[in-house]
């Protein structure tokens, strides 16, 4: 069982920038980590995905705006990270972490992002 904590959610007028983060428990071995979000009344959408040799895959709408990276740490911990720039009123969501880890896909609980225009 991995269990997946995100941080760095909040407000933030357009055109600013947010950073999210998130932290798998354990030092398990995870393959692909990343972030979908889920605005209101919408379903769940893939934003970024990156693997553990640090290949990496962004939706057209950010791709040129936020980076994903990731640390699988000396120790082992691994942890994402999502740094949001050039932020837009429709990058309002609810952005939820991933972890993949032989064929099981984890989730974390979701943290809000707030754009105001």
């Known amino acids: 069982q991995v269990q997946l904590v995100e941080s760095g959610g909040g407000l933030v007028q357009a055109g600013g920038s947010l950073r999210l983060s998130c932290a798998a428990s354990?030092?398990?071995?995870?393959?692909?980590m990343g972030w979908s979000r889920q605005a209101p009344g919408n379903q769940r959408q893939p934003v970024a995905w990156?693997?553990?040799?640090?290949?990496?895959?962004?939706?057209d709408s950010v791709k040129d705006r936020f980076v994903i990276t990731r640390d699988n740490g000396d120790s082992g911990k691994n942890t994402v990270h999502l740094q949001m720039n050039d932020l837009k009123a429709e990058d309002t969501a609810v952005y939820y972490c991933?972890?993949?880890?032989?064929?099981?896909?984890?989730w974390g609980k979701g943290t809000l992002v707030t754009v105001s225009s």
């Open positions: 354990g030092r398990d071995y995870i393959e692909a």
């Open positions: 990156i693997s553990r040799v640090g290949r990496t895959s962004l939706e």
């Open positions: 991933y972890a993949e880890r032989y064929g099981v896909t984890y």
